[in-house]
């Protein structure tokens, strides 16, 4: 459903809700209607799946075709040696790995989102994954965005949508319906799963939870995908297939020749067997392994985790990366390094006449909060401000793009706080 094309009373119909929201008998229905509000993962058991892909390689099974036929030639000592280096080498992958899943699953419980919703015409806090088609949820600067919603009331709203779009630039929102097609970027008064509101305050109505949402959507996508071999694992294969051949050839020639040459079957049998298990590099698997498991500690130590051990040696052969600029390679952050004031730069730390009136300025006329809920600009303004005096604010005229300026009126100025100024900023 293209709800983006819809009149408001046309969602509230379809939704069967209304602006009092839904009661609470109602709720239940639709929670066992339609789940509880998260992304679903494909279910699989991980340890087991860890587990075969350290022994999926064509490497390895040269080496279990190794122990096996040396325990058939009875030597015993080589099936050991080998085993032993198949046993370690599968354990130090394995626990690299599980380490690294289970330590993903533990930052994925960190976010817990709660969000505000009218229900049985009251406001009520819930925890965002109850959170159903119909619901009326109330929209404020900061809040993550929980489901899919469709707009009802906006009030110089703007909403990041970069992990839709990829686009870091906020993007305003309008409670409006829009006539025409429209794909997500320019879907003006819907408000997605996961993303973030930078600015106002607004009303909507959920239209999708959980995996109807359009976040769910790239979910189901990701999960579908067959996951490719890295470079190393296809020249571990490579070098694996070509060495199987190599070595069955020489020792169906060597036999051959001893045969030639008139020596007992048996006995020729035995020396090519001993030669193609002589032949296989049984220390390469462990070698490769040990050195990624190394590549990944080091990479920890500067707060990078690496789910697979193969994804090191992918990172190494990397020449180019193509990131998206501000909130992608940079933190989205700003401060003020100076202030440019009575016709001269000013460091923060200098004192000067105009100053205080400045730092009153910078923290009231600012709708950040502190410490990180609001546009980076007015954060950076905000956390720079730190000898402002607080005052009552009695009336305000919000930023808007004509008149690219915030005005607020507070009980102790008679006058509208407007000095002009200017700040030095540096992203980073």
């Known amino acids: 459903m293209d709800f983006y094309k819809l009149e408001k009373k046309e ?109 049985n015409k009251k406001q009520i806090l819930i925890n965002s994954k109850f959170l159903v088609p119909g619901d009326i949820i109330i929209i404020e600067e900061g809040i993550n965005i929980p489901g899919d919603s469709y707009l009802l009331e906006a009030y110089e709203l703007e909403a990041d949508e970069s992990i839709l779009t990829g686009e870091s630039t906020p993007v305003k929102k309008e409670a409006k319906s829009i006539k025409k097609n429209s794909i997500v970027a320019e879907q003006s008064n819907m408000l997605f799963s996961s993303t973030i509101i930078t600015k106002g305050r607004g009303k909507a109505v959920v239209v999708n939870t959980g995996m109807s949402t359009e976040l769910g959507k790239i979910a189901s996508l990701i999960q579908k995908e067959n996951e490719k071999q890295t470079p190393l694992q296809e020249k571990l294969d490579k070098v694996g297939k070509t060495l199987g051949v190599l070595v069955i050839i020489i020792a169906v020639l060597v036999f051959l020749a001893g045969l030639i040459d008139k020596q007992d079957p048996s006995s020729m049998l035995l020396i090519a067997i001993s030669l193609a298990v002589a032949a296989v590099p049984e220390g390469l698997p462990a070698i490769v392994t040990i050195s990624l498991a190394l590549g990944t500690k080091r990479m920890v130590k500067r707060n990078v985790l690496i789910r697979k051990l193969s994804s090191v040696e992918t990172l190494g052969s990397t020449n180019i990366i193509c990131a998206d600029k501000t909130g992608t390679m940079t933190q989205n952050k700003m401060q003020v390094t100076k202030f440019f004031l009575d016709n001269k730069i000013i460091n923060p730390g200098e004192e000067s006449s105009s100053l205080q009136m400045m730092h009153n300025i910078m923290g009231n006329c600012n709708t950040a909060v502190l410490p990180d809920i609001g546009d980076p600009t007015d954060l950076g303004i905000l956390r720079a401000a730190t000898k402002c005096v607080k005052y009552k604010k009695i009336d305000e005229i919000p930023f808007s793009s004509n008149t690219m300026r915030l005005i607020k009126k507070f009980i102790h100025l008679q006058n509208l706080l407007l000095k002009k100024f200017m700040i030095y900023a540096l992203i980073f």
Do not use: C, M, P, W
């Not at 087991?48 to 122990?67: C, D």
């Open 11 to 119: 969602v509230f119909d379809f939704l069967k809700t209304n602006e009092l929201g839904l009661t609470n008998e109602e709720v239940k229905k639709r929670l066992e209607k339609y789940g509880l509000n998260e992304i679903k993962k494909k279910k699989e058991n991980k340890i087991l799946k860890i587990l075969i892909e350290q022994i999926n390689s064509f490497v390895v099974y040269i080496l279990i075709a190794a122990v096996v036929i040396s325990l058939i030639t009875k030597n015993y000592l080589d099936s050991i040696v080998i085993a032993s280096i198949l046993i370690i080498n599968t354990l130090l992958g394995f626990v690299q790995e599980y380490r690294a899943e289970k330590s993903i699953e533990a930052l994925k419980k960190l976010e817990t989102k709660n969000i505000l919703v009218i229900r």
